[in-house]
């Protein structure tokens, strides 16, 4: 099992920057693959990024990147996404997620990730 934790949400202005946190606990943190996910109000979960396990590669939806990177530092356990030049359609929960990092499957489909978190709701007013 993985717990997962994010934390760093808010309410922004548009074109303001926030810094997403991710904790993990629970199993070695480098072994898994790390993702994250966005679920506007009434809509369906959306990829945004994902990182192997050793944080070498990483994978952005179009519509982030340029404004988004997605890091992860395994001596604390902790992924991070910086959110920069947020837009009113940002607003969202954002979720991390986790899957082993051996998983042949695609980063960027939400079931191929075993572990979520609870999300961390950012607001970006116009």
């Known amino acids: 099992q993985v717990q997962l934790v994010e934390s760093g949400g808010g309410l922004v202005q548009a074109g303001g920057s926030l810094r997403l946190s991710c904790a993990a606990s629970?199993?070695?943190?480098?072994?898994?693959?790390m993702g994250w996910f966005r679920q506007p109000a009434g809509k369906e979960r959306e990829f945004v990024a994902a990182?192997?396990?050793?944080?070498?590669?990483?994978y952005y939806a179009d519509s982030v990147k340029g404004r988004f990177t997605i890091s992860r530092d395994n001596a604390k356990n902790t992924l991070y996404l910086q959110v920069n030049s947020l837009k009113p359609e940002d607003t969202a929960v954002y979720v991390c997620?986790?899957?082993?990092?051996?998983?042949?499957?695609?980063?960027?489909?939400?079931?191929?990730?075993?572990?979520w978190g609870q999300g961390t709701r950012v607001t970006v007013s116009s």
């Open positions: 629970g199993r070695t943190f480098s072994n898994y693959a």
């Open positions: 997620a986790a899957r082993p990092q051996y998983h042949s499957g695609s980063y960027y489909y939400a079931n191929e990730y075993d572990y």
């Open positions: 990182i192997n396990g050793i944080g070498t590669t990483t």
